[in-house]
C-alpha cells in the first residue's frame, strides 16, 4: 500500500502557499528555518541542539564583536577564515554584517570543515551566495589545516565550548593523539631519549 507522502509534499512545496524563493524567504529566514529543523531533529533523539549548531543571534553578537573596531570606509576586499565551518553559516553572517557596514567592500570567505554533510552544505551555499566554492575545504583543521601558510585578515573563533563541552573533549582527545604522534615521531628520530 503506497501513501503518496513523498507527492504530497512536494505538491505542497509547489502550491502558492509552499513557494519559499528568494524573493519571499531571506538567507537568513532560511538559517532560522534550518535552525529550527536542527532543533527538532535534536530534541526527537534526545541531544541538545547546540551540538550540532551554533545559535544564529550567537553568531551575530560574535560577528558584531570581531567587527567592532573595523575600519571598512576605505573598501577593498576583506578575507574571512572558519577553521570549524560547519554549515559556513558564522561566514555567512561574517559577511552580511560586513556589506551593512560597506556594501562595496568584497569579502572573501574561506573554510574548513571534516564532517562530510556539512561540509556539502557549506560548499553548496558558498556556490548559491556566488562565492568561490574552492575556498571551502575537506578536512580536521587539527591534523590537516588546508589553509596553512594563508593569512586572514578575521578568523571566526571556536565558541563552541560555551554550546557543546562534547566538542572541546573531542578537540583534547585529537590534541593528545596529535602530541602522541609527534612524540613518537622524536623517539624513533632520536632514540626516545635513551643515551
Do not use: W
Not at 505538491?11 to 524563493?21: C, H, I, M, P
Not at 553568531?59 to 570581531?66: E, S, V
Not at 576586499?77 to 555567512?92: E, I, K, P
Request: glycine content about 8%; aromatic content about 12%.
Amino acid at each position: 500500500m503506497e501513501s503518496n507522502t513523498l507527492y504530497l509534499v512536494i505538491k505542497e512545496f509547489n502550491s502558492q502557499k509552499g513557494y519559499l524563493g528568494a524573493d519571499k524567504i531571506s538567507a537568513v529566514d532560511c538559517g532560522y528555518i534550518f535552525e529550527d529543523l536542527v532543533r527538532r531533529f535534536s530534541e526527537s533523539i534526545g541531544e541538545e541542539a547546540g551540538a550540532h549548531f551554533t545559535s544564529r543571534d550567537i553568531i551575530y553578537l560574535m560577528t558584531d564583536l570581531l567587527l567592532s573596531d573595523a575600519d571598512l570606509s576605505r573598501g577593498g576586499n576583506v578575507t574571512v577564515y572558519d577553521m570549524a565551518m560547519g554549515t559556513s553559516q558564522m561566514l555567512g553572517c561574517m559577511e552580511e554584517r560586513i556589506h551593512e557596514l560597506n556594501s562595496e567592500m568584497d569579502v572573501t570567505c574561506f573554510g574548513q570543515e571534516f564532517n562530510p554533510s556539512t561540509f556539502a552544505i557549506a560548499k553548496a551555499d558558498m556556490m548559491i551566495r556566488g562565492g568561490d566554492p574552492n575556498n571551502m575545504r575537506f578536512g580536521d583543521t587539527l591534523s590537516e589545516d588546508q589553509f596553512s601558510g594563508y593569512k586572514f585578515q578575521y578568523m571566526t573563533r571556536y565558541f563552541y565550548e560555551y554550546q557543546a563541552p562534547e566538542r572541546v573533549e573531542d578537540i583534547m582527545q585529537r590534541l593528545t593523539a596529535i602530541e602522541s604522534d609527534i612524540q613518537s615521531s622524536l623517539d624513533a628520530l632520536f632514540g626516545g631519549g635513551k643515551e
